[in-house]
C-alpha cells in the first residue's frame, strides 16, 4: 500500500501471491521506496492552503471512482522532486500563453507564471528548467518572496527548424546557478522572462524545483545511474530489430477486418516468427496497447483496470515462446496514458485524471509485476510511450521506482522512457528511444556528437522509422 492505504484492489481468483514475491527480490516495493516516502513530505496538497499542512492521508478515493477536477488550476505538494508545468500555474500572465496543443507556455517580452508551492520544511532549493530558446537575448528570473534567481537563456540547439506558424521544438533541459530559499507552508513562486526587443520566443515547458539537502539522494550520480542499467550488449550486437503497431486498428491485406480477440486467436505466430527470422532481426518490439488499452494476454491486474479489454489466449506468451526458439529478443511496447485511463487534455492545459497519483504508480507496479513474473527472460525490454504526458499530468510520480518495477522476473530487462521533442527527465532507463525520418535521426546523432546524451553518454539509442505504408524498421546499432 502506498500513502493514505490506496492500493489495487484484487479481483476474484487474482492471485498476485507469486509474481509479488518476484517483485521484492528484484525492486523495492512502493511503500518502502525513500522515492514515494511521505514521511518527511506532505502527501497531497490541493488548495495551497496553509492549514493544510496538517494532511496526513493524501486522497481518500477508491479505484473506480474518477479524480474530481476543480474550476482553480492546482499544484501538489513538494515531494522530493517537484515540477511545475504552465497548466498548473495559478496565474500566467503579460504575453505569456499556452501553445494550441497547450503542452507549453510560449513566453515574449513581459510574460510571467506564478504556482502556488507548499514545503514542509524551510531550505535551499535547486532548480532545472526544460524550455526551447529560439534567438538570445532573454532572461528568466525565479522570484519567492525575497529570494530570487537570475539568468540569461542562450538560444537552445537541434535539428529542428522553426516552422511558419512560429513552433520551436528544441527543447532543453538546464541546470541553473544559484539557489531559491522557500519558507515552511507555502511560497508564492514566480518565473518571469524578459526581453529588450519583441522578436523571439522561448517556450517553457517545466520548472523542477528540489531541495538541496536532499540533492544526493535525487539527483543520483552517473556512476550510481550505471550500477542500476542493465547491460545492452546484446542489443547493440543485434545489429537490427523490426517493431510491429499490431492493434484492434489492424487492417488484414486481404479480407474482412476481424474483431481484436478474434484476431488474437488466429494470429500464426510460428508464421510470424519464421518471417522475423527471414528477415535477420535481432529483436521484436511489439505493442501491447496503443488507443486502445487491449492486453493480448490474461494479465488479471490488467482485467482488473481494463474489464472485457484482455484476451483468453496468451498471445504474447506465445510468441515469446517462438521468438525465444529462433534466438530472437522480444520487447514491449506500453502506453501509460492508455493504461491508467489518462483523459483528454482540457482548455487550461490540466488532464481529466481518472486515477490519484498513488493509484498511477500503483496500477504500473501491479501490471509490471505480473508481467515481468509472467514470462521472465522471455521478455527482454519495455518501451514505454508518452511519459511526457504522464509527467504531465503526475508531475510527482518516480520514474526510478516504475523502473525498478520494470525488472521483475528479469532484473537484466531493459526499459526506456519516451518523452517525445521534451528533454529527458530521467536517468534510469537502459537505452533512448526516438522515432523520426531516419534522415533527421541520423542528423541528429552526427550534430550532437556525443553530447546529446550528457548524462547518458553511453546510452544505447534505439531508432524507429517507417519503411512502408504499414511497415516500422528499428535500428540499435547507434551509441551515443
Known amino acids: 500500500m502506498v500513502g493514505g492505504g490506496r492500493k489495487l484492489m484484487a479481483r476474484e481468483g487474482y492471485d498476485r501471491s507469486d509474481w509479488k514475491k518476484q517483485e521484492e527480490n528484484h525492486t523495492k516495493t512502493f511503500a518502502q521506496s525513500d522515492a514515494l516516502s511521505r514521511g518527511s513530505f506532505l502527501k497531497v496538497m490541493l488548495t495551497g492552503a496553509a492549514s493544510a499542512l496538517s494532511v496526513g492521508t493524501g486522497f481518500a478515493r477508491s ?21 511545475l508545468y504552465g497548466s498548473t500555474a495559478v496565474e500566467i500572465g503579460g504575453k505569456a500563453k499556452l501553445d494550441g496543443l497547450k503542452i507549453s507556455v510560449d513566453c515574449s517580452d513581459s510574460s510571467s507564471m506564478k504556482w502556488n508551492v507548499t514545503v514542509p520544511e524551510e531550505g535551499e532549493f535547486d532548480l532545472f528548467v526544460s524550455c526551447a530558446v529560439s534567438v538570445p537575448g532573454f532572461k528568466l528570473e525565479i522570484r519567492s518572496g525575497s529570494s ?11 535539428v529542428y527548424q522553426q516552422t511558419e506558424g512560429g513552433w520551436f521544438f528544441n527543447f532543453e533541459r538546464t541546470r541553473l546557478d544559484g539557489k531559491l530559499h522557500l519558507t515552511r507552508g507555502v511560497n508564492p513562486v514566480t518565473v518571469q522572462v524578459s526581453r529588450p526587443e519583441q522578436s523571439g520566443v522561448v517556450r517553457f515547458r517545466c520548472l523542477e524545483i528540489l531541495p538541496v539537502s536532499g540533492s544526493a539522494a535525487i539527483i543520483p550520480s552517473e556512476e550510481s545511474v550505471r550500477a542500476h542499467r542493465a547491460n545492452t550488449d546484446w542489443f547493440v550486437k543485434a545489429g537490427y530489430g523490426v517493431m510491429f503497431h499490431w492493434t484492434d486498428f489492424t487492417q488484414p491485406r486481404e479480407g474482412e477486418k476481424k474483431p481484436y480477440k478474434d484476431a488474437v486467436d488466429a494470429f500464426d505466430v510460428n508464421a510470424f516468427a519464421n518471417m522475423v527470422e527471414e528477415m535477420r532481426a535481432g529483436y521484436v518490439v511489439f505493442t501491447l496497447n496503443h488507443a486502445h488499452p487491449h492486453c493480448a494476454a490474461p494479465i488479471q491486474s490488467w482485467e482488473a483496470i481494463h474489464p472485457g479489454w484482455t484476451t483468453r489466449r496468451d498471445l504474447i506468451g506465445d510468441l515469446a515462446d517462438a521468438l525465444e526458439a529462433r534466438s530472437i529478443r522480444f520487447l514491449l511496447y506500453i502506453n501509460s496514458p492508455i493504461l491508467t485511463k489518462l483523459g483528454n487534455i482540457g482548455p487550461t492545459g490540466l488532464y481529466q485524471l481518472t486515477f490519484s497519483e498513488e493509484q ?21 525490454g519495455y518501451w514505454f ?10 508531475p510527482d510520480v518516480p520514474i526510478d521506482a516504475v523502473y525498478r518495477a520494470c525488472r521483475v522476473g528479469n ?12 528533454p529527458v527527465l530521467t536517468p534510469y532507463q537502459d537505452y533512448w528511444q526516438a522515432n523520426s525520418t531516419v534522415c533527421k535521426i541520423r542528423s541528429l546523432l552526427v550534430a550532437s556528437n ?24 528499428t535500428d540499435s546499432r547507434a551509441s551515443i
Open 450 to 473: 556525443g553530447a546529446l546524451a550528457k548524462d547518458f553518454r553511453r546510452m544505447d539509442c534505439y531508432l524507429c522509422w517507417r519503411v512502408g505504408p504499414r511497415q516500422t524498421r
Open 360 to 380: 498511477f504508480a500503483e496500477i504500473h507496479r501491479d501490471v509490471l509485476g505480473e508481467i515481468g513474473a509472467r514470462y521472465g527472460e522471455r521478455l527482454a
Open 148 to 158: 530570487s534567481v537570475k539568468v540569461e537563456l542562450k538560444v537552445t540547439e537541434g
Open 63 to 83: 479505484l473506480r471512482s474518477p479524480v474530481s477536477r476543480q474550476s482553480k488550476r492546482l499544484v501538489r505538494g513538494l515531494t522530493q522532486d517537484t515540477r
Open 411 to 422: 532484473p537484466r530487462r531493459i526499459t526506456c522512457f519516451n518523452f517525445w521533442i521534451f
Open 385 to 394: 510511450d508518452s511519459w511526457y504526458q504522464s509527467l504531465a499530468a503526475y
